[in-house]
């Protein structure tokens, strides 16, 4: 067709038709823009303060929202979240947050995030006279949820910059200040996502005045993503930070410390489930642990766990090797058959039906200068003993190689909690009384 021919774009931009669908455009983009800039945010900003006020039992302010509904983006300044009570210092105070989604969310109707960015967020933490925290509730609540699959998000190019912790510690009268936090995750995921990963692996602050720092990489591969942390540990008092846990342990770690080199993997696997897995190197120094009622368990003059992997969401582990010198051991088996070392396992529900028991392996152990004290409660008359070096390490060994130095399951029992190995096809006695055989 001659170039004359053809109608011209003036042309077809006067024809009416053309006209009043430029104009429906234009409004209903202008109409876009004026609820998203003007009005969502303040009809969003008073729901979401009252939500999560009711959600954390405590007073949450956001003095501004903004929303750009074109970028999917909104920003929040100044969210400051109050101590339980209204007295105090709060909770949290967060300069900014700013979340990105993606239009996917509406697709797979699950939130997904192309990136969250916390600025100079602070958090105050308070432990009572009672050893509880002024978060204690919210831990609890989270604890307490139920079982289930894991919820359905993606979120990616995940930064806190400039963070900082106030750590009020009443009953030891010590306070405790991290700050400079700066924290870089490249995802976190139960959902398959190609969203491009900015953010490198990192984290860096200052504890107490001393400077520490992680690295990491992310290796994206065709169908998983894959994030690992280093983190090299000297002298770390044990005693010291364990007694922070906000949650209560099943022993007490009296002494000991812990040099280690561990790296840390989260692998996003599309529509299965995502992994977070751990391996390193811990060696353990002048360890003392005891029971809650005070009574001896284990003294390790020097420890050193090689771990190949642990699945922290699965149910495996894969140790390398356990090298113990100068181990004592108190094991001691009660009359309802509870054995002391069983009861450090955390409670847990009746296994489903069809539902793996945790599995292990344990490549070799090697034990030096140990010994093993040895009481038997369930018969009578009590059985005592102590397996010195020489007897303990050659014929504990002998009798349990099969079921440590191989591999083997076991599984948490309600009431009883008793353990099990099975090692290719042989199912292992009772560990008392192989240990009393030894005796």
Not at 95 to 116: H, K, T
Not at 198 to 221: D, H, L, W, Y
């Amino acid at each position: 067709m001659p170039n004359d021919a053809r109608p011209s774009l003036t042309a077809i931009a006067s024809r009416p038709k053309v006209r009043r669908a430029a104009a429906w455009v234009a409004g209903i983009l202008i109409a876009f823009a004026v609820i998203g800039f003007l009005i969502a945010p303040l009809l969003v900003r008073p729901r979401l303060e009252r939500a999560l006020t009711d959600a954390l039992d405590r007073k949450v302010t956001i003095e501004r929202l903004a929303i750009d509904p074109f970028a999917l983006s909104t920003t929040l300044n100044g969210v400051s979240i109050a101590e339980r009570g209204g007295e105090g210092a709060p909770v949290l105070k967060l300069d900014e947050l700013y979340v990105n989604a993606e239009l996917m969310s509406l697709v797979r109707w699950a939130p997904v995030i192309n990136e969250v960015k916390l600025t100079r967020p602070s958090l105050h933490i308070l432990r009572n006279d009672d050893k509880s925290y002024n978060v204690s509730d919210l831990i609890e609540k989270a604890l307490a949820q139920p079982e289930g699959p894991p919820p359905r998000f993606a979120v990616s190019n995940i930064q806190v910059i400039e963070g900082s912790i106030d750590f009020d510690d009443r009953p030891e009268h010590r306070q405790h200040k991290i700050t400079e936090l700066n924290v870089g995750i490249p995802f976190l995921s139960s959902l398959p996502s190609q969203t491009e990963i900015k953010v490198e692996p990192r984290f860096s602050a200052r504890i107490n005045g001393q400077a520490i720092a992680m690295t990491g990489e992310t290796r994206p591969f065709l169908d998983t993503r894959e994030t690992v942390l280093h983190w090299d540990l000297a002298g770390m008092t044990l005693p010291l930070y364990l007694d922070y846990m906000p949650v209560k342990l099943p022993a007490k770690v009296e002494s000991g410390s812990l040099d280690a080199r561990i790296d840390f993997s989260f692998v996003g696997r599309g529509a299965n489930p995502p992994q977070l897995t751990l391996s390193g190197d811990f060696a353990f120094s002048d360890l003392v642990v005891n029971e809650r009622s005070g009574a001896p368990l284990l003294r390790a003059p020097s420890l050193a766990v090689a771990v190949d992997k642990l699945d922290l969401t699965g149910d495996n582990a894969e140790l390398r090797s356990i090298i113990a010198d100068g181990l004592q051991l108190d094991v001691r088996e009660e009359r309802g058959g509870q054995v002391n070392l069983a009861m450090l396992a955390p409670p847990s529900a009746a296994p489903a039906k069809g539902q793996k028991p945790f599995r292990f392996r344990i490549g070799s152990i090697a034990l030096s200068h140990g010994v093993m004290h040895l009481a038997d409660n369930s018969v009578t008359p009590a059985f005592a003993s102590t397996l010195n070096d020489g007897h303990s390490c050659a014929l504990i060994l002998d009798r349990c190689r099969r079921a440590f130095h191989a591999s083997g399951n076991a599984r948490a029992v309600p009431r009883e909690r008793r353990g099990a190995a099975r090692v290719h096809g042989v199912q292992a006695r009772p560990f008392v009384s192989i240990l009393r055989e030894c005796a």
